[in-house]
Antibody, heavy 113, light 112 residues
Framework: QVQLQQSGAELVKPGSSVKISCKAS????????MHWIKQQPGNGLEWIGW????????KYNQKFNGKATLTADKSSSTAYMQLSSLTSEDSAVYFC??????WGQGTLVTVSS | DVLMTQTPVSLPVSLGGQVSISCRSS???????????LHWYLQKPGQSPQLLIY???NRFSGVPDRFSGSGSGTDFTLKISRVEPEDLGVYYC?????????FGSGTKLEIK
């Protein structure tokens, strides 16, 4: 079945960057878009952007332009999201997901000095 | 951005009862391809959201027929009948017709 396995929790310093991974299995990685979603504690869900691993095309929520960069490695069926210039506002759980069904377990990013 | 307004925020229910959740969009969700990309998710406590309904009224694989979706244009409803303990959590609607994709603010289903 479809599985999306995300990398573990990160504690990072303000101003730094972090790269989260999402390894896909159980389907053809290059045939489905991969979305990234942000959830802050007690808050709802916010769409960051998506990547189509088949050709690397991306689409971002304008709010996250310059903040998030989405990439995909077809050889390992893994999608990545890099977050840069981190501030406390970036502390959240980040999910990868397919709109066709299947979400990762989430990666907690905590930005603190 | 398309604003998704979900009501109510909190929904107390008795087990075995029936409830409805409303999701209204600030503009039509009918895509130029004729489809309406409105979906429903359930996030159980401590878990990732899971897809329940896609494109307004299509139940995802394994979702019981107690869940049904309806609506058109800007007005959509999720109905849950014969509520079971496993149904508790926060329900979200999501529109993927327009960029950026936007979620409703959530409806928490809890025991009365």
């Amino acid at each position: 079945q479809v599985q999306l396995q995300q990398s573990g929790a990160e504690l990072v310093k303000p101003g730094s960057s972090v790269k989260i991974s999402c390894k896909a299995s159980g389907y053809t990685f290059t045939s489905y878009d991969m979305h990234w979603i942000k959830q802050q504690p007690g808050n709802g869900l916010e769409w960051i952007g998506w990547i189509y691993p088949g050709n690397g095309n991306t689409k971002y929520n304008q709010k996250f332009n310059g903040k998030a960069t989405l990439t995909a490695d077809k050889s390992s069926s893994t999608a990545y999201m890099q977050l840069s210039s981190l501030t406390s506002e970036d502390s959240a759980v980040y999910f990868c997901a397919r709109t066709a069904g299947g979400w990762g377990q989430g990666t907690l990013v905590t930005v603190s000095s | 951005d398309v604003l998704m307004t979900q009501t109510p925020v909190s929904l107390p229910v008795s087990l075995g009862g029936q409830v409805s959740i409303s999701c209204r969009s600030s503009q039509s969700l009918v895509h130029s391809d004729g489809n309406t990309y409105l979906h429903w998710y359930l996030q159980k406590p401590g878990q990732s959201p899971q897809l329940l309904i896609y494109r307004v009224s299509n139940r995802f694989s394994g979702v019981p027929d107690r869940f049904s979706g309806s609506g058109s244009g800007t007005d959509f409803t999720l109905k849950i009948s014969r509520v079971e303990p496993e149904d508790l959590g926060v329900y979200y609607c999501l529109q993927s017709t327009h960029f950026p994709l936007t979620f409703g603010s959530g409806t928490k289903l809890e025991i009365k």
